[in-house]
């Protein structure tokens, strides 16, 4: 019996010197800089975010938190490049409910799938969009909108952050329901400059980057996305205040940002990750910025976002589906 007890002893304390753990593999972390991917290019509501958020994660953990920008294809580059990473917690993926739910269902061969290659970290925030207009655009609510699109069908142009952003799909599904016809403008960077210009006419935009845009008169707010209208843009109306069923509950036109792992990131690592997020989403400095931007300060458990994610990809799947939107 003591054979075996000695035995056993020296299995066990070689297992654990070949086998290091999960644990063992994440004491320490973390020892040297993050990576955090966000598939927009800089200056955008998600990227405005990421590094709000990633400022104060960087002070929390004590190492920084680098924002690596990599737009393109509706999100899909910067996703495809996040699945791929080391799943040591040193690559985070910023993503929103289009770059996981709409651009996955969009792209006929995608190189990731959302459900099964990432894990959750956390919701940080629910953010409704504002469907804006260049400033010397014809019109100045939605039902000028429809009316000039009526009379003159596919003589409008739409900017959207590319094939299978949630702008693009977005627009796509209120024109079909509002009987128009707008030409899409896909862009790989900020459309703004070329909204505000006049080169295209509209654009739905993150309440992020819209308020600021609206409030000096760079662009017009004809709508918001969501059942319920921003106090820092009180005039403009929700798209449901023109039609009962275009935007229920935000489903369409409103979105969420999170942050996700590469699937097999240890849960300890996820477990401090989200330790630490849910804390700064409830800083109230971090609040008030937030709520400035129009946005909703959510900090969820990482299983309450993957439930969501999960949910929003099979919902996106039958919409995309619907109005027949697929890249090659």
Same mark, same amino acid.
């Given at each position: 019996?003591?054979?075996?007890?000695?035995?056993?002893?020296?299995?066990?304390?070689? @297992?654990?010197?070949?086998?290091?753990?999960?644990?063992?593999?994440?004491?320490?972390?973390?020892?040297?800089?993050?990576?955090?991917? =966000?598939?927009?290019?800089?200056?955008?509501?998600? +990227? =405005?975010?990421?590094?709000?958020?990633?400022?104060?994660?960087?002070?929390?953990?004590?190492?920084?938190?680098?924002?690596?920008?990599?737009?393109?294809? #509706? #999100?899909?580059? $910067?996703?495809?490049?996040?699945?791929?990473?080391?799943?040591?917690?040193?690559?985070?993926?910023?993503?929103?409910?289009?770059?996981?739910?709409?651009?996955?269902n969009v792209y006929q061969k995608p190189q990731f799938n959302p459900v099964r290659d990432?894990?959750?970290?956390? &919701?940080?925030?629910?953010?409704?969009?504002?469907?804006?207009?260049?400033?010397?655009?014809?019109?100045?609510?939605?039902? %000028?909108? *429809? %009316?000039?699109?009526?009379?003159?069908?596919?003589?409008?142009?739409?900017?959207?952050?590319?094939?299978? !952003?949630?702008?693009?799909? @977005?627009?796509?599904?209120?024109? &079909?329901?509002?009987?128009?016809?707008?030409?899409?403008?896909?862009?790989?960077?900020?459309?703004?400059?070329?909204?505000?210009?006049?080169?295209?006419?509209?654009?739905?935009?993150?309440?992020?980057?819209?308020?600021?845009?609206?409030?000096?008169?760079? =662009?017009?707010?004809?709508?918001?996305?969501?059942?319920?209208?921003?106090? !820092?843009?009180?005039?403009?109306?929700?798209?449901?205040?023109?039609?009962?069923?275009?935007? *229920?509950?935000?489903?369409?036109?409103?979105?969420?940002?999170?942050?996700?792992?590469?699937? $097999?990131?240890?849960?300890?690592?996820?477990?401090?990750?989200?330790?630490?997020?849910?804390?700064?989403?409830?800083?109230? +400095?971090? &609040?008030?910025?937030?709520?400035?931007? $129009?946005?909703?300060?959510?900090?969820?458990?990482?299983?309450?976002?993957?439930? *969501?994610?999960?949910? +929003?990809?099979?919902?996106?799947?039958?919409? *995309?589906?619907?109005?027949?939107?697929?890249?090659?």
């Amino acid at each position: 019996m003591q054979r075996r007890h000695l035995l056993s002893a020296a299995a066990a304390s070689a @297992a654990s010197i070949t086998m290091p753990s999960a644990w063992a593999q994440s004491a320490g972390y973390p020892s040297r800089p993050i990576k955090m991917i =966000v598939p927009f290019a800089a200056g955008i509501s998600p +990227d =405005v975010i990421a590094r709000l958020v990633g400022d104060k994660l960087s002070q929390a953990l004590g190492q920084p938190v680098v924002i690596d920008n990599r737009p393109g294809a #509706g #999100g899909m580059i $910067g996703a495809e490049a996040a699945s791929t990473s080391a799943a040591d917690g040193y690559t985070l993926f910023f993503s929103v409910k289009a770059v996981h739910a709409i651009a996955p269902n969009v792209y006929q061969k995608p190189q990731f799938n959302p459900v099964r290659d990432f894990k959750a970290v956390s &919701q940080l925030l629910l953010v409704p969009h504002v469907l804006t207009a260049s400033p010397n655009a014809p019109y100045n609510t939605m039902k %000028e909108l *429809v %009316e000039y699109a009526k009379r003159n069908p596919g003589k409008i142009d739409y900017a959207s952050l590319g094939v299978g !952003s949630q702008p693009h799909v @977005a627009m796509e599904a209120w024109a &079909q329901r509002l009987g128009i016809k707008l030409n899409h403008v896909p862009y790989k960077t900020n459309p703004s400059p070329d909204v505000m210009s006049g080169v295209v006419s509209l654009s739905i935009e993150a309440s992020t980057t819209a308020i600021p845009l609206i409030k000096s008169g760079k =662009v017009k707010g004809l709508a918001i996305s969501g059942a319920e209208r921003i106090p !820092s843009l009180p005039d403009v109306p929700t798209m449901t205040e023109f039609g009962s069923t275009l935007d *229920v509950n935000g489903q369409i036109g409103s979105s969420w940002h999170g942050i996700f792992a590469p699937k $097999g990131t240890p849960d300890d690592i996820v477990a401090k990750l989200n330790t630490e997020i849910v804390k700064i989403v409830k800083m109230p +400095d971090i &609040q008030s910025r937030m709520r400035d931007l $129009g946005l909703t300060p959510t900090g969820t458990s990482a299983e309450a976002l993957s439930t *969501v994610a999960a949910s +929003d990809y099979a919902f996106w799947g039958k919409i *995309v589906k619907e109005f027949d939107i697929k890249v090659e």
